[in-house]
């Protein structure tokens, strides 16, 4: 593990390079995650660096003084940002609030990726109002509920199933909850044709959080958009179904000669 220091705070990542001359690429995870959801993309190590950083409050970064909603999301691209110039990363993999981290940096601030990978994420992330007001009163029933068959997963065994519950215990109930409701006010629908790089959306095919209609919109509306489902996985596929999604990704980034 490695940090980077900005705006008063630690942001901790995990930079794998095995001498691969493809571009970097800096993985994003979801809400109440941490690097540790992209364990399985370490292989991609061997054709490019794979760097994996946790959002402040998250893992073993510092946390931030911010509310729910835009600043929040600014405050996530700022640790993004910090890391991708620290190690030299072109490529934003982000899945579900990492996605829509992603999607605020290539419209809105001053870096500008060579390419995006949208995995478990959209346009818009509104949340059920029953999570929401599970996120605030029962937080049990939230975990529970996210981790029904088609939500977080489709069919994992139960230590994908642990890690992603043991992630979402250490960030504990505010930090969830800021995330969800970060991704519930998030809309870029109006702003998809400013996406000025190639872009790859990619889900599981049993995702009903984020289901496969929200990239199949992604790709339509991104100017360079492609659109890829990945089988037998529902919305965390990287960790789910990691052979079948790094040979999408690695296929994706060779065309684009990245």
Same mark, same amino acid.
């Given at each position: 593990?490695?940090?980077?220091?900005?705006?008063?705070?630690?942001?901790?990542?995990?930079?794998?390079?095995?001498?691969?001359?493809?571009?970097?690429?800096?993985?994003?995870?979801?809400?109440?995650?941490?690097?540790?959801?992209?364990?399985?993309?370490?292989? +991609?190590?061997?054709?490019?660096?794979?760097?994996?950083? $946790? +959002?402040?409050?998250?893992?073993?970064?510092?946390?931030?003084?911010?509310?729910?909603?835009?600043?929040?999301?600014?405050?996530?691209?700022?640790?993004?940002?910090?890391?991708? &110039?620290?190690?030299?990363?072109?490529?934003?993999?982000?899945?579900?609030?990492?996605?829509?981290?992603?999607?605020?940096?290539?419209?809105?601030?001053?870096?500008?990726?060579?390419?995006?990978?949208?995995?478990?994420?959209?346009?818009?992330?509104?949340?059920?109002?029953?999570?929401?007001?599970?996120?605030?009163?029962?937080?049990?029933?939230?975990?529970?509920?996210?981790?029904?068959?088609?939500?977080?997963?489709?069919?994992? $065994?139960?230590? +994908?199933?642990?890690?992603?519950?043991?992630?979402?215990?250490?960030?504990?109930?505010?930090?969830?909850? &800021?995330?969800? &409701?970060?991704?519930?006010?998030?809309?870029? #629908?109006?702003?998809?044709?400013?996406?000025?790089?190639?872009? +790859?959306?990619?889900?599981?095919?049993?995702?009903?959080?984020?289901?496969?209609?929200?990239?199949?919109?992604?790709?339509?509306?991104?100017?360079?958009?492609?659109?890829?489902?990945?089988?037998?996985?529902?919305?965390?596929?990287?960790?789910?179904?990691?052979?079948?999604?790094?040979?999408?990704?690695?296929?994706?980034?060779?065309? #684009?000669?990245?």
């Amino acid at each position: 593990m490695e940090t980077v220091s900005h705006h008063g705070r630690e942001t901790a990542y995990e930079h794998r390079d095995r001498g691969g001359g493809g571009r970097g690429i800096l993985c994003i995870h979801g809400s109440g995650g941490s690097r540790d959801v992209w364990k399985s993309q370490a292989r +991609l190590a061997d054709d490019r660096p794979v760097i994996a950083l $946790d +959002l402040s409050g998250h893992g073993e970064s510092g946390d931030i003084a911010s509310e729910a909603g835009f600043s929040t999301l600014s405050a996530y691209a700022d640790d993004v940002i910090a890391v991708a &110039r620290e190690t030299d990363a072109r490529v934003l993999v982000g899945n579900s609030l990492g996605g829509a981290v992603a999607l605020h940096i290539a419209l809105y601030r001053e870096f500008d990726p060579e390419a995006l990978v949208l995995v478990g994420t959209g346009a818009r992330l509104a949340v059920l109002e029953d999570l929401l007001a599970w996120l605030a009163e029962d937080f049990e029933r939230a975990i529970d509920f996210l981790h029904e068959p088609g939500h977080l997963f489709y069919d994992a $065994d139960d230590a +994908l199933v642990a890690l992603s519950r043991g992630a979402m215990d250490e960030c504990g109930r505010r930090v969830v909850e &800021r995330d969800f &409701r970060s991704c519930h006010t998030f809309d870029v #629908r109006d702003d998809l044709d400013g996406i000025a790089v190639p872009t +790859l959306a990619v889900c599981g095919e049993h995702d009903r959080l984020t289901p496969p209609a929200y990239h199949e919109y992604l790709a339509e509306e991104i100017p360079d958009g492609e659109f890829e489902t990945i089988p037998e996985a529902a919305h965390l596929a990287m960790l789910e179904r990691p052979g079948a999604f790094n040979e999408r990704v690695s296929a994706f980034l060779t065309d #684009r000669d990245q």
